[in-house]
Protein backbone atom coordinates (compact mmCIF):
# COMPACT_ATOMS: atom_id res chain seq x y z
CA UNK A 1 0.00 0.00 0.00
CA UNK A 2 1.27 3.70 -0.98
CA UNK A 3 -0.10 7.05 1.03
CA UNK A 4 -2.08 7.46 -2.17
CA UNK A 5 -3.69 4.42 -1.70
CA UNK A 6 -4.53 4.89 1.54
CA UNK A 7 -6.49 8.47 0.71
CA UNK A 8 -7.90 6.50 -1.92
CA UNK A 9 -9.42 3.92 0.66
CA UNK A 10 -10.58 6.84 3.14
CA UNK A 11 -12.33 9.00 0.11
CA UNK A 12 -14.37 5.53 -0.58
CA UNK A 13 -15.06 5.16 3.17
CA UNK A 14 -16.07 9.18 3.07
CA UNK A 15 -18.15 8.20 0.28
CA UNK A 16 -20.15 5.90 1.23
CA UNK A 17 -19.48 3.79 4.01
CA UNK A 18 -21.36 4.04 7.76
CA UNK A 19 -19.82 2.99 11.03
CA UNK A 20 -20.63 1.85 14.07
CA UNK A 21 -20.35 3.67 17.09
CA UNK A 22 -19.23 6.53 15.08
CA UNK A 23 -19.62 10.39 14.72
CA UNK A 24 -19.09 10.30 10.93
CA UNK A 25 -18.31 14.13 10.12
CA UNK A 26 -15.65 13.64 12.77
CA UNK A 27 -14.29 10.57 11.52
CA UNK A 28 -14.14 12.04 7.88
CA UNK A 29 -12.03 15.34 9.25
CA UNK A 30 -9.41 12.74 10.65
CA UNK A 31 -9.63 10.01 7.82
CA UNK A 32 -10.23 6.54 8.96
CA UNK A 33 -7.27 3.58 9.38
CA UNK A 34 -7.07 1.07 6.83
CA UNK A 35 -6.62 -2.42 8.18
CA UNK A 36 -5.21 -4.64 5.37
CA UNK A 37 -3.74 -7.61 6.81
CA UNK A 38 -2.91 -9.71 10.26
CA UNK A 39 -0.81 -12.39 11.97
CA UNK A 40 -1.33 -13.84 15.27
CA UNK A 41 -1.70 -10.42 17.57
CA UNK A 42 -0.58 -8.21 14.75
CA UNK A 43 -2.33 -6.00 12.40
CA UNK A 44 -0.68 -3.88 9.28
CA UNK A 45 -2.26 -1.08 8.04
CA UNK A 46 -2.42 1.00 4.59
CA UNK A 47 0.67 2.87 5.17
CA UNK A 48 2.79 -0.48 6.38
CA UNK A 49 2.26 0.20 10.28
CA UNK A 50 2.51 -2.84 12.76
CA UNK A 51 -0.27 -2.59 14.83
CA UNK A 52 -0.53 -4.92 18.53
CA UNK A 53 -3.58 -5.78 18.87
CA UNK A 54 -4.34 -5.70 22.47
CA UNK A 55 -7.79 -5.49 21.91
CA UNK A 56 -8.73 -9.33 19.80
CA UNK A 57 -10.60 -7.34 16.66
CA UNK A 58 -13.79 -6.70 19.30
CA UNK A 59 -12.66 -9.47 22.34
CA UNK A 60 -12.92 -12.15 19.90
CA UNK A 61 -10.37 -13.16 18.09
CA UNK A 62 -9.22 -15.70 21.00
CA UNK A 63 -7.03 -17.85 18.04
CA UNK A 64 -5.23 -15.22 16.75
CA UNK A 65 -5.33 -14.15 13.12
CA UNK A 66 -4.00 -16.18 10.20
CA UNK A 67 -5.37 -19.37 11.14
CA UNK A 68 -5.35 -21.74 8.03
CA UNK A 69 -7.22 -24.25 9.58
CA UNK A 70 -10.47 -22.19 9.65
CA UNK A 71 -9.84 -21.28 6.06
CA UNK A 72 -9.95 -24.46 5.01
CA UNK A 73 -12.96 -25.40 7.17
CA UNK A 74 -14.69 -22.92 5.53
CA UNK A 75 -13.43 -23.63 1.92
CA UNK A 76 -14.26 -27.34 2.75
CA UNK A 77 -17.68 -26.52 3.58
CA UNK A 78 -18.61 -24.16 0.99
CA UNK A 79 -17.38 -26.73 -1.66
CA UNK A 80 -19.68 -28.85 0.13
CA UNK A 81 -22.71 -26.69 1.18
CA UNK A 82 -22.15 -23.48 1.68
CA UNK A 83 -25.78 -22.62 2.99
CA UNK A 84 -28.88 -24.00 3.42
CA UNK A 85 -31.82 -23.11 6.26
CA UNK A 86 -32.89 -25.11 9.21
CA UNK A 87 -36.51 -24.31 8.75
CA UNK A 88 -39.12 -26.88 7.65
CA UNK A 89 -38.23 -29.74 9.39
CA UNK A 90 -34.13 -29.15 8.00
CA UNK A 91 -30.90 -29.82 9.44
CA UNK A 92 -26.93 -30.74 8.45
CA UNK A 93 -24.19 -31.73 9.08
CA UNK A 94 -22.00 -28.89 10.42
CA UNK A 95 -25.05 -27.56 12.65
CA UNK A 96 -25.50 -30.94 14.29
CA UNK A 97 -22.02 -31.53 14.87
CA UNK A 98 -21.46 -28.04 16.29
CA UNK A 99 -24.67 -28.61 18.46
CA UNK A 100 -23.15 -31.28 19.79
CA UNK A 101 -19.58 -29.87 20.35
CA UNK A 102 -21.31 -27.10 22.56
CA UNK A 103 -23.47 -29.84 24.32
CA UNK A 104 -19.48 -30.95 25.56
CA UNK A 105 -17.70 -27.71 26.33
CA UNK A 106 -20.42 -26.14 28.23
CA UNK A 107 -21.95 -26.43 31.74
CA UNK A 108 -23.36 -29.58 32.28
CA UNK A 109 -27.07 -28.48 32.78
CA UNK A 110 -26.92 -27.08 28.87
CA UNK A 111 -28.00 -30.09 25.96
CA UNK A 112 -29.71 -27.48 23.51
CA UNK A 113 -28.47 -24.66 21.83
CA UNK A 114 -30.37 -21.70 19.04
CA UNK A 115 -28.15 -20.48 17.00
CA UNK A 116 -27.76 -17.05 15.92
CA UNK A 117 -25.48 -14.74 13.91
CA UNK A 118 -24.37 -12.83 16.64
CA UNK A 119 -24.50 -11.83 19.96
CA UNK A 120 -26.99 -8.92 20.11
CA UNK A 121 -29.08 -11.66 17.95
CA UNK A 122 -28.94 -14.04 20.97
CA UNK A 123 -29.76 -11.47 23.20
CA UNK A 124 -33.10 -10.44 21.38
CA UNK A 125 -33.70 -14.62 20.95
CA UNK A 126 -33.06 -14.23 24.80
CA UNK A 127 -35.78 -11.72 25.44
CA UNK A 128 -38.53 -13.71 23.30
CA UNK A 129 -37.84 -17.12 24.79
CA UNK A 130 -38.00 -16.22 28.50
CA UNK A 131 -41.38 -14.40 27.75
CA UNK A 132 -42.14 -17.33 25.93
CA UNK A 133 -41.41 -20.14 28.54
CA UNK A 134 -43.23 -17.89 31.01
CA UNK A 135 -46.48 -17.94 28.77
CA UNK A 136 -46.15 -21.69 28.39
CA UNK A 137 -46.15 -22.33 31.99
CA UNK A 138 -49.36 -20.22 32.30
CA UNK A 139 -47.50 -16.96 34.17
CA UNK A 140 -47.63 -14.34 31.33
CA UNK A 141 -47.48 -11.51 33.93
CA UNK A 142 -43.79 -12.68 34.33
CA UNK A 143 -41.86 -10.94 31.76
CA UNK A 144 -39.71 -8.50 33.13
CA UNK A 145 -35.74 -9.08 32.87
CA UNK A 146 -34.03 -7.27 35.09
CA UNK A 147 -30.28 -6.10 33.66
CA UNK A 148 -27.21 -3.62 34.93
CA UNK A 149 -26.43 -0.21 34.32
CA UNK A 150 -23.24 -0.07 32.66
CA UNK A 151 -24.07 -3.67 31.14
CA UNK A 152 -23.73 -4.39 27.32
CA UNK A 153 -25.89 -7.12 25.44
CA UNK A 154 -25.98 -5.27 21.95
CA UNK A 155 -27.36 -2.64 19.90
CA UNK A 156 -30.12 -4.12 18.20
CA UNK A 157 -33.85 -2.83 19.70
CA UNK A 158 -33.95 -5.46 22.53
CA UNK A 159 -30.13 -5.61 23.09
CA UNK A 160 -29.58 -1.78 23.59
CA UNK A 161 -32.88 -2.03 25.59
CA UNK A 162 -30.71 -4.95 27.90
CA UNK A 163 -28.24 -3.19 27.75
CA UNK A 164 -27.30 -0.17 30.33
CA UNK A 165 -26.04 2.37 28.62
CA UNK A 166 -27.77 6.13 28.76
CA UNK A 167 -26.19 7.45 25.65
CA UNK A 168 -27.72 4.40 23.95
CA UNK A 169 -31.50 4.46 25.32
CA UNK A 170 -31.40 8.27 24.65
CA UNK A 171 -31.46 7.32 20.65
CA UNK A 172 -34.87 5.72 20.18
CA UNK A 173 -37.25 5.75 23.08
CA UNK A 174 -35.20 2.75 25.05
CA UNK A 175 -35.49 0.53 26.90
CA UNK A 176 -38.77 -1.19 25.47
CA UNK A 177 -41.02 -1.89 28.25
CA UNK A 178 -40.37 -4.93 30.81
CA UNK A 179 -36.97 -3.98 31.07
CA UNK A 180 -35.35 -2.29 34.12
CA UNK A 181 -31.85 -2.01 35.35
CA UNK A 182 -29.86 -1.93 39.10
CA UNK A 183 -26.41 -0.52 39.79
CA UNK A 184 -23.52 -2.83 38.62
CA UNK A 185 -20.85 -5.03 40.85
CA UNK A 186 -18.25 -1.83 40.95
CA UNK A 187 -16.14 -1.66 44.28
CA UNK A 188 -13.86 0.66 43.07
CA UNK A 189 -16.31 3.49 42.06
CA UNK A 190 -19.27 2.54 44.52
CA UNK A 191 -18.11 0.72 47.25
CA UNK A 192 -15.28 1.96 48.21
CA UNK A 193 -16.16 2.39 51.85
CA UNK A 194 -16.40 -1.84 51.97
CA UNK A 195 -14.52 -4.19 51.51
CA UNK A 196 -15.04 -6.08 47.95
CA UNK A 197 -16.38 -9.14 49.78
CA UNK A 198 -18.74 -6.89 51.44
CA UNK A 199 -19.30 -4.92 48.54
CA UNK A 200 -20.21 -8.21 46.81
CA UNK A 201 -22.95 -8.92 48.94
CA UNK A 202 -24.54 -5.35 49.27
CA UNK A 203 -24.78 -5.24 45.00
CA UNK A 204 -26.25 -8.79 44.89
CA UNK A 205 -28.67 -7.33 47.39
CA UNK A 206 -29.88 -5.13 45.08
CA UNK A 207 -31.62 -7.61 42.68
CA UNK A 208 -33.33 -8.81 45.44
CA UNK A 209 -34.78 -5.26 46.42
CA UNK A 210 -35.87 -4.90 42.57
CA UNK A 211 -37.45 -7.90 42.57
CA UNK A 212 -39.51 -7.19 45.08
CA UNK A 213 -40.60 -3.99 44.35
CA UNK A 214 -41.87 -5.21 41.10
CA UNK A 215 -42.84 -8.42 42.55
CA UNK A 216 -41.37 -11.35 41.96
CA UNK A 217 -44.43 -12.85 39.62
CA UNK A 218 -43.94 -10.49 37.42
CA UNK A 219 -39.84 -10.70 37.17
CA UNK A 220 -38.80 -13.27 34.56
CA UNK A 221 -34.95 -13.52 34.17
CA UNK A 222 -32.46 -11.55 35.36
CA UNK A 223 -29.07 -11.03 32.75
CA UNK A 224 -25.85 -10.30 33.30
CA UNK A 225 -22.25 -10.38 31.91
CA UNK A 226 -19.84 -12.50 34.74
CA UNK A 227 -17.44 -9.51 33.50
CA UNK A 228 -19.17 -6.37 32.31
CA UNK A 229 -16.79 -5.55 29.42
CA UNK A 230 -17.68 -2.76 27.15
CA UNK A 231 -19.16 -1.24 30.26
CA UNK A 232 -15.34 -1.17 31.90
CA UNK A 233 -14.23 -4.40 32.72
CA UNK A 234 -16.23 -4.74 36.06
CA UNK A 235 -14.95 -7.46 37.85
CA UNK A 236 -17.45 -8.38 40.74
CA UNK A 237 -16.07 -9.62 44.13
CA UNK A 238 -15.72 -13.62 45.10
CA UNK A 239 -18.95 -12.82 46.81
CA UNK A 240 -21.56 -11.37 44.17
CA UNK A 241 -22.69 -13.92 41.46
CA UNK A 242 -22.98 -17.17 44.19
CA UNK A 243 -25.68 -14.76 45.90
CA UNK A 244 -27.13 -13.60 42.54
CA UNK A 245 -27.23 -17.37 41.76
CA UNK A 246 -29.17 -17.74 45.32
CA UNK A 247 -31.37 -14.90 44.85
CA UNK A 248 -32.58 -16.25 41.42
CA UNK A 249 -33.48 -19.80 42.91
CA UNK A 250 -35.76 -18.21 45.82
CA UNK A 251 -37.54 -16.12 43.27
CA UNK A 252 -37.75 -18.66 40.54
CA UNK A 253 -36.22 -15.97 38.40
CA UNK A 254 -34.39 -17.21 35.14
CA UNK A 255 -30.76 -16.44 35.45
CA UNK A 256 -28.89 -15.63 32.16
CA UNK A 257 -24.74 -15.44 31.90
CA UNK A 258 -24.21 -13.37 28.66
CA UNK A 259 -20.97 -15.00 27.68
CA UNK A 260 -20.75 -13.45 24.56
CA UNK A 261 -17.17 -11.40 25.64
CA UNK A 262 -16.39 -13.76 28.52
CA UNK A 263 -16.87 -17.31 27.15
CA UNK A 264 -14.33 -19.78 24.79
CA UNK A 265 -11.43 -19.27 27.51
CA UNK A 266 -10.84 -15.41 28.03
CA UNK A 267 -11.56 -16.04 32.06
CA UNK A 268 -8.97 -18.71 31.71
CA UNK A 269 -12.06 -21.21 31.98
CA UNK A 270 -14.24 -22.45 29.06
CA UNK A 271 -17.04 -20.15 30.42
CA UNK A 272 -17.03 -17.17 32.99
CA UNK A 273 -19.74 -18.19 34.93
CA UNK A 274 -17.61 -21.67 35.83
CA UNK A 275 -14.96 -18.60 36.57
CA UNK A 276 -16.93 -17.02 39.57
CA UNK A 277 -19.12 -19.97 39.86
CA UNK A 278 -22.25 -19.84 39.51
CA UNK A 279 -25.72 -21.82 37.40
CA UNK A 280 -26.79 -20.05 34.38
CA UNK A 281 -30.20 -21.14 32.95
CA UNK A 282 -29.72 -20.01 30.21
CA UNK A 283 -26.09 -18.34 28.18
CA UNK A 284 -25.49 -16.38 25.11
CA UNK A 285 -22.44 -16.86 22.79
CA UNK A 286 -20.81 -15.38 20.00
CA UNK A 287 -17.80 -13.71 19.60
CA UNK A 288 -15.12 -15.95 20.54
CA UNK A 289 -17.44 -19.14 19.29
CA UNK A 290 -15.69 -18.56 16.01
CA UNK A 291 -13.09 -16.57 16.83
CA UNK A 292 -14.74 -13.72 14.38
CA UNK A 293 -13.25 -15.31 10.90
CA UNK A 294 -17.03 -15.42 10.52
CA UNK A 295 -20.49 -14.16 12.24
CA UNK A 296 -22.15 -16.46 14.45
CA UNK A 297 -24.16 -16.58 17.76
CA UNK A 298 -26.65 -18.98 19.95
CA UNK A 299 -28.61 -19.36 23.18
CA UNK A 300 -27.69 -22.36 25.23
CA UNK A 301 -30.93 -23.74 27.01
CA UNK A 302 -30.37 -25.60 30.25
CA UNK A 303 -32.14 -29.06 30.99
CA UNK A 304 -35.37 -26.99 32.64
CA UNK A 305 -36.13 -24.97 30.29
CA UNK A 306 -35.58 -26.87 27.08
CA UNK A 307 -38.01 -29.08 28.81
CA UNK A 308 -40.98 -26.47 28.89
CA UNK A 309 -40.07 -25.53 25.23
CA UNK A 310 -39.78 -29.11 23.48
CA UNK A 311 -42.59 -31.05 25.68
CA UNK A 312 -45.60 -28.68 26.14
CA UNK A 313 -44.44 -25.19 23.51
CA UNK A 314 -45.42 -26.33 20.50
CA UNK A 315 -44.34 -24.40 17.57
CA UNK A 316 -41.74 -21.51 18.90
CA UNK A 317 -42.12 -18.13 16.22
CA UNK A 318 -38.78 -17.28 15.90
CA UNK A 319 -35.72 -17.67 13.89
CA UNK A 320 -33.02 -16.08 11.40
CA UNK A 321 -32.19 -16.65 7.55
CA UNK A 322 -29.01 -17.93 9.07
CA UNK A 323 -29.47 -19.95 11.74
CA UNK A 324 -26.87 -22.54 11.90
CA UNK A 325 -25.32 -21.24 8.93
CA UNK A 326 -23.53 -24.58 7.55
CA UNK A 327 -20.06 -22.51 6.90
CA UNK A 328 -20.01 -20.87 9.95
CA UNK A 329 -20.97 -23.68 11.93
CA UNK A 330 -17.84 -25.77 10.16
CA UNK A 331 -15.43 -22.94 11.28
CA UNK A 332 -16.58 -22.58 14.79
CA UNK A 333 -16.37 -26.42 15.18
CA UNK A 334 -12.55 -26.05 13.89
CA UNK A 335 -12.46 -23.12 16.20
CA UNK A 336 -13.60 -25.04 19.28
CA UNK A 337 -11.43 -27.97 18.77
CA UNK A 338 -8.49 -25.81 18.67
CA UNK A 339 -9.22 -24.53 22.14
CA UNK A 340 -9.48 -27.44 23.02
CA UNK A 341 -6.51 -29.57 21.00
CA UNK A 342 -3.75 -27.05 21.84
CA UNK A 343 -5.38 -26.17 25.59
CA UNK A 344 -4.99 -22.55 24.90
CA UNK A 345 -7.40 -21.81 27.46
CA UNK A 346 -5.42 -23.25 30.01
CA UNK A 347 -2.53 -22.01 28.80
CA UNK A 348 -4.29 -18.64 29.74
CA UNK A 349 -5.39 -19.90 33.25
CA UNK A 350 -1.78 -21.00 33.83
CA UNK A 351 0.78 -18.69 32.00
CA UNK A 352 0.01 -16.14 30.00
CA UNK A 353 -3.08 -14.63 31.99
CA UNK A 354 -1.07 -14.60 35.57
CA UNK A 355 2.03 -13.01 33.14
CA UNK A 356 -0.36 -10.32 32.33
CA UNK A 357 -1.65 -9.47 35.18
CA UNK A 358 1.14 -9.42 37.71
CA UNK A 359 2.95 -6.82 34.57
CA UNK A 360 -0.24 -4.49 34.68
CA UNK A 361 -0.33 -4.52 38.15
CA UNK A 362 3.14 -2.55 38.24
CA UNK A 363 1.55 -0.04 36.91
CA UNK A 364 -0.06 0.66 40.37
CA UNK A 365 3.13 3.03 40.71
CA UNK A 366 1.91 5.33 37.77
CA UNK A 367 0.21 8.47 39.24
CA UNK A 368 -2.87 8.06 36.74
CA UNK A 369 -3.54 4.67 37.64
CA UNK A 370 -6.34 4.22 40.35
CA UNK A 371 -6.43 0.72 39.60
CA UNK A 372 -5.34 -1.97 37.69
CA UNK A 373 -7.67 -4.87 37.62
CA UNK A 374 -8.42 -8.16 35.73
CA UNK A 375 -8.53 -12.07 35.62
CA UNK A 376 -7.39 -14.29 32.56
CA UNK A 377 -6.47 -12.17 29.51
CA UNK A 378 -9.26 -9.38 30.29
CA UNK A 379 -8.22 -6.24 32.30
CA UNK A 380 -8.55 -2.68 32.93
CA UNK A 381 -6.53 0.47 33.95
CA UNK A 382 -8.49 2.95 35.72
CA UNK A 383 -7.08 6.88 35.34
CA UNK A 384 -7.53 8.76 37.88
CA UNK A 385 -7.07 12.96 39.17
CA UNK A 386 -6.39 12.42 42.57
CA UNK A 387 -5.46 8.90 43.71
CA UNK A 388 -6.08 8.74 47.24
CA UNK A 389 -9.36 9.85 46.97
CA UNK A 390 -10.41 8.27 43.35
CA UNK A 391 -11.69 11.67 42.03
CA UNK A 392 -12.26 12.05 38.44
CA UNK A 393 -11.04 13.63 35.60
CA UNK A 394 -13.77 16.32 34.25
CA UNK A 395 -15.19 16.12 31.55
CA UNK A 396 -14.94 12.34 31.72
CA UNK A 397 -13.63 10.35 28.97
CA UNK A 398 -11.49 13.00 27.74
CA UNK A 399 -7.86 11.61 29.50
CA UNK A 400 -9.07 8.17 28.38
CA UNK A 401 -9.54 9.80 24.80
CA UNK A 402 -6.05 11.01 24.93
CA UNK A 403 -4.47 7.72 26.60
CA UNK A 404 -6.31 5.57 23.52
CA UNK A 405 -5.33 8.36 20.63
CA UNK A 406 -0.95 7.71 22.23
CA UNK A 407 -1.52 4.27 21.43
CA UNK A 408 -3.00 4.64 18.43
CA UNK A 409 0.16 6.72 17.62
CA UNK A 410 2.51 4.28 19.70
CA UNK A 411 1.15 0.89 17.77
CA UNK A 412 -1.15 -0.58 20.36
CA UNK A 413 -4.74 -1.00 20.28
CA UNK A 414 -6.36 -0.54 23.40
CA UNK A 415 -10.04 0.71 24.29
CA UNK A 416 -11.25 3.27 26.23
CA UNK A 417 -14.49 3.46 28.15
CA UNK A 418 -14.75 6.55 29.57
CA UNK A 419 -11.19 6.97 31.31
CA UNK A 420 -10.09 3.29 31.78
CA UNK A 421 -8.46 1.59 29.16
CA UNK A 422 -9.65 -2.26 28.72
CA UNK A 423 -7.25 -4.94 27.52
CA UNK A 424 -8.45 -8.40 25.98
CA UNK A 425 -5.39 -9.59 23.53
CA UNK A 426 -6.12 -12.92 21.42
CA UNK A 427 -5.13 -15.86 23.31
CA UNK A 428 -2.14 -16.98 21.57
CA UNK A 429 -0.04 -14.17 22.92
CA UNK A 430 3.03 -15.07 23.68
CA UNK A 431 4.90 -13.73 27.06
CA UNK A 432 7.58 -11.60 24.54
CA UNK A 433 4.43 -10.06 22.95
CA UNK A 434 2.80 -9.68 26.39
CA UNK A 435 5.73 -7.56 27.27
CA UNK A 436 5.70 -5.16 24.21
CA UNK A 437 2.34 -4.79 24.91
CA UNK A 438 3.32 -3.63 28.73
CA UNK A 439 6.43 -1.71 27.24
CA UNK A 440 3.67 0.38 24.74
CA UNK A 441 1.19 0.25 27.36
CA UNK A 442 3.28 1.87 29.87
CA UNK A 443 4.49 4.59 27.07
CA UNK A 444 1.22 5.58 26.49
CA UNK A 445 0.51 6.36 30.42
CA UNK A 446 3.68 8.46 30.53
CA UNK A 447 2.78 10.73 27.39
CA UNK A 448 -0.47 11.11 28.70
CA UNK A 449 0.87 12.07 32.13
CA UNK A 450 3.23 14.34 29.76
CA UNK A 451 0.03 16.15 28.59
CA UNK A 452 -1.33 16.91 32.05
CA UNK A 453 1.93 18.36 33.37
CA UNK A 454 2.58 15.22 35.48
CA UNK A 455 5.69 13.97 36.52
CA UNK A 456 6.17 10.28 35.88
Avoid at 123 to 134: E, K, P
Wanted: hydrophobic share 40%; aromatic share 8%.
Amino acid sequence: MTPSATAEWQQLDRAHYLHPFTDPKALHEVGTRIITRAEGVWLWDSDGNKILDGMAGLWCVNVGYGRAELVDAAAAQMRELPYYNCFFKTAHPPVLALSALLAEVTPPQFRHVFFTSSGSEANDTIVRLVRRYWDILGAPQRKTIISRWSGYHGSTVAGASLSGMPAMHAQGDLPIPGIVHIDPPYWYGLGSDLSPEEFGLKAAGWLETKILELGPERVAAFIGEPIQGAGGVIIPPATYWPEVDRICKKYDVLLISDEVICGFGRTGRWFGCETFGFEPNLMTLAKGISSGYLPLGGVMVDAKVAAVMIDTGGEFNHGYTYSGHPTCCAVAERNIRILRDERLIERVATEVGPYLQAGLRAFSDHPLVGEVRGIGLIAAIELVKDKATRARFAPLGEVGTVCRDFCFKEGLIMRAVGDTLIIAPPLVISRTEIDELLRRARRCLDLTAETLGLRT
